[in-house]
């Protein structure tokens, strides 16, 4: 990570829904970052009240960060400004306390699904579209909110992004193969996951369509005119704990050889490097050369769980080629992506009132 921004102070931010998985895993993020530091938590009512560490069941490798263990969990309405607002919130309760927190002036990061589709709402990957956040600008609160993408989406985006700028992508078919922690605390029952395969994910053929065309679409005076991209999408739950895995098969708007697909991978960069985003990856797309991979076990912590891992490129007889591409979950598809968006927004000047 780079150091605190010069001049600054670290911001103070309150982590919504901070005792579930995504929570957990923006408040170990959040325990050393150089920008942001985590001021607050909140949580349901069966927890308000408790200190966090007696409060949430801790479900990570690393240890619960000790200054976070002894915050006092709040609820979920705001009653005190913070600039910064983390929403790890379930999307039942998401949408009005992410308003009430807009309204009260924060800015506010969300991984729920509440507001990404809203026309005055800014879906970024901060690599492919960082001037969708002008929007924001647009909302008619004091403060804003900014949506994080579907984990599946974030990954996915990251791998076609380059093949859209360079060759123009005129329809795909997506297969995914999704973790067990994207189902979040306490998740799949283990009868149904172990020895199993789930060929069904709420919403998530629906969202893999709608924000993908989205986030490459064009922002204009009325807000983003989505891509015109033709993109079926088949999703499943797999025994795997963390890596959401895709089979990807696209047809693109002209005849492109190998070396062409993965240079346009190995050569993009996204954000301009003088940002120097504290959680961007140093390459956002990794292609891996092994026949076998990328494999979840094995790669999903590369680019510090930043980065989609692309593997298997080869024609497709049906659509032109296809390849797999795996990215991390809860880190890249959503605690690491919320940060790197909220470090995106500080830099274009969003927490400066």
């Given at each position: 990570m780079s150091s605190t921004r010069p001049g600054r102070e670290r911001t103070p931010c309150i982590v919504l829904g901070a005792t579930g998985s995504v929570g957990q895993r923006l408040v170990a993020l959040l325990a050393e970052h150089p920008w942001f530091e985590l001021a607050a938590v909140s949580a349901s009512d069966r927890s308000r009240g408790r200190s966090y560490g007696e409060a949430c069941s801790w479900s990570l490798p690393t240890p619960m960060p000790r200054a976070a263990a002894q915050l006092t969990v709040g609820g979920i309405e705001p009653v005190e400004e913070w600039p910064l607002v983390f929403s790890a919130l379930g999307s039942e309760v998401a949408g009005p306390a992410e308003e009430a927190w807009a309204r009260s002036g924060a800015l506010v990061v969300s991984n729920a699904s509440s507001h990404r589709m809203r026309a005055d709402v800014p879906l970024v990957v901060p690599e492919i579209n960082p001037g969708h956040l002008a929007l924001a600008r647009r909302q008619p609160t004091r403060g804003a909110i900014l949506a994080n993408p579907n984990c599946s989406t974030i990954g996915l985006s990251l791998t076609l992004a380059p093949l859209w700028l360079a060759f123009g992508i005129e329809?795909?078919?997506?297969?995914?193969?999704?973790?067990?922690?994207?189902?979040?605390?306490?998740?799949?029952?283990?009868?149904?996951?172990?020895?199993?395969?789930?060929?069904?994910?709420?919403?998530?053929?629906?969202?893999?369509?709608?924000?993908?065309?989205?986030?490459?679409?064009?922002?204009?005076?009325?807000g983003v005119r989505p891509a015109s991209l033709s993109l079926s999408a088949q999703c499943n739950r797999v025994a795997v704990l963390d890596g959401h895995t895709a089979c990807v098969s696209l047809a693109l708007g002209r005849e492109v050889g190998a070396d062409e697909l993965r240079a346009a991978w190995e050569g993009f960069r996204g954000c301009p490097s003088e940002l120097a985003l504290p959680s961007a990856p140093p390459a956002p797309v990794l292609y891996l050369e092994e026949e076998d991979a990328?494999?979840?076990?094995?790669?999903?912590?590369?680019?510090?769980?930043?980065?989609?891992?692309?593997?298997?490129?080869?024609?497709?007889?049906?659509?032109?080629?296809?390849?797999?591409?795996?990215?991390?979950?809860?880190?890249?598809?959503a605690a690491g992506g919320a940060l790197l968006l909220a470090e995106l927004a500080a830099s274009r000047g969003l927490l400066e009132g």
């Open positions: 329809r795909l078919h997506v297969v995914t193969m999704q973790a067990l922690s994207g189902a979040g605390i306490p998740g799949v029952p283990a009868l149904s996951a172990l020895d199993n395969l789930v060929p069904f994910i709420p919403g998530e053929e629906e969202k893999l369509p709608r924000e993908t065309a989205k986030i490459l679409g064009t922002l204009t005076a009325e990328p494999q979840p076990r094995l790669h999903r912590e590369l680019g510090g769980g930043m980065a989609a891992v692309v593997g298997r490129l080869r024609p497709c007889p049906v659509l032109g080629w296809r390849y797999v591409t795996l990215s991390h979950n809860t880190l890249r598809g």
